[in-house]
Structures are given as structure tokens and as C-alpha cells.
């Protein structure tokens, strides 16, 4: 089936503007996680979303960082006010349930680049 | 919150020999340790897990140990080939807050030397 997809895959912006980045998760997944991976760094958490609960917004590195996931499914991810040091590679990923011991599937991933 | 860290951050070996990775976590909550490996250019994908309630699992020539004791888990390569080259990610979840994101370490890039 249908893995994780993320638009777009890459994204060349100019210091200031605003983004969304979008991600559309396995179907029939409740959980879906956001991560950004700068270049040659791990995956630092940013947001999670499961089923209609409240997200988890602990990992969002400023107030310029939003998400939000309609109707359960897709996610959009919204910098504002982009910063040069907001260029990374921002990874989607999603689980069946959530329960925090299961395989999360990942996207692609849309690179960003702010100039 | 959780802090993981990984070890070695490049290694390079031989086709053939044997590659290990390892990896500690502080928060003695964790119970979940998942491996991902990511290819040039493409997404990370999970190669193995293992849960706290086992010390090592086995998957043909991959190999995870846990020692919940000293907060480490590591990763075993054997018969290493080309193919492996990749970087590796280990990562612990910590459920204690409720939350169910998983904790990447910085990641090793790993060369497999034909």
C-alpha cells in the first residue's frame, strides 16, 4: 500500500516568508510525528498528533513553528517568518496506534532552504 | 526529558568483519529501543527493535542488546556488506509523559569497505 507522502520535496525560500509543509500518513494511522533533521545531525522531535487528542507540541523550537492535522489525516507543518538557520530536511513520520512501542514509517521528507 | 547518545559518529570497516554501535539513554523509563537506517538521499526505516522486557534480539545478521542496568543498548552488524553503508539512528521512547515520540541519537554514518 501507500506509504508515508510528503510535499513538497523540496522548498527554496527567502528569509522572512512563511511555509507549509505537508504530509499525508498511512491510511488508518491515528499518530503522526514531525521531526527535523539537520545536515548531519539526528532527528530532533518537533510535534505529535494522535487520534483527537491535544498534540504534543514540546519538541516546536519557537513560536514561529505550528501544526495542525485536519480531519485526523493530513498534517501541515507552517514556519513563519522563515530563519536561515530553519534550513533543514523535515521528516514525517506515522504509527497505527501510538502506543509509543510500534514501527513509525516515515516520509520522504521536504528539504528546506532559506536564503 | 530524554537524552540519547550514539557512538561511534563515522565507522568504517572491512566487507566481512564486524560493525557495533552503541548507544545510552537517560531516562530509566524508556522501554522501547528502536534501530533505523537511513540510505543516501532516502527515508530512515526501522531494521530492528527491541523492548525492555528482552536483552537481545536477533534478526539474521543484525543483533540488538539491551543492559537496562547501565542505560546502554548497542547494535551488532556481522558479515558486513557494501550494502550496509547507511547511517544507523538509534532512538528510545519514554512514555512517562504520555507522549510517544521517540529520542534519536546524532546518528553513525557507517562505510562498509569492499
Known amino acids: 500500500g501507500a506509504g508515508v507522502s510528503q510535499s513538497p520535496s523540496n522548498k527554496v525560500t527567502e528569509k522572512g516568508k512563511d511555509v507549509e509543509l505537508r504530509c499525508d500518513p498511512i491510511?488508518?494511522?491515528?499518530?503522526l510525528y514531525w521531526y527535523r533533521q539537520s545536515l548531519g545531525q539526528g532527528l530532533e522531535f518537533l510535534i505529535y498528533f494522535q487520534g483527537n487528542s491535544a498534540p504534543d507540541k514540546s519538541g516546536l523550537p519557537s513560536d514561529r513553528f505550528s501544526a495542525e492535522r485536519t480531519g485526523g489525516s493530513v498534517s501541515t507543518l507552517t514556519i513563519q517568518r522563515t530563519q536561515q538557520e530553519d534550513s533543514a530536511v523535515y521528516l514525517c513520520?506515522?504509527?497505527?496506534?501510538?502506543?509509543?512501542?510500534?514501527?513509525?514509517?516515515f516520509g520522504p521528507g521536504t528539504r528546506l532552504l532559506v536564503l | 526529558g530524554e537524552n540519547v547518545e550514539q557512538h561511534p559518529s563515522t565507522l568504517s570497516v572491512q566487507e566481512g568483519d564486524s560493525a557495533v554501535i552503541k548507544c545510552t539513554y537517560s531516562?530509566?523509563?524508556?522501554?522501547?529501543f528502536p534501530w533505523y537506517k537511513q540510505e543516501l538521499g532516502k527515508r530512515p526505516q526501522l531494521i530492528i527493535d527491541?523492548?525492555?522486557?528482552?536483552g537481545e534480539k536477533k534478526d539474521q545478521r543484525i543483533a540488538v542488546t539491551l543492559n537496562k542496568t547501565a542505560k546502554h543498548f548497542s547494535l551488532h552488524i556481522t558479515e558486513t556488506q557494501p550494502e550496509d553503508s547507511a547511517v544507523y539512528f538509534c532512538a528510545a521512547s519514554s512514555v512517562q509523559t504520555g507522549a510517544n515520540n521517540l529520542f534519536f541519537g546524532t546518528g553513525t554514518r557507517l562505510t562498509v569497505i569492499p
Open positions: 531516562d530509566s523509563a524508556s522501554n522501547y
Open positions: 527491541i523492548r525492555s522486557n528482552v
Open positions: 513520520a506515522s504509527s497505527l496506534t501510538g502506543t509509543g512501542k510500534e514501527t513509525q514509517y
Open positions: 491510511s488508518g494511522h491515528t499518530a
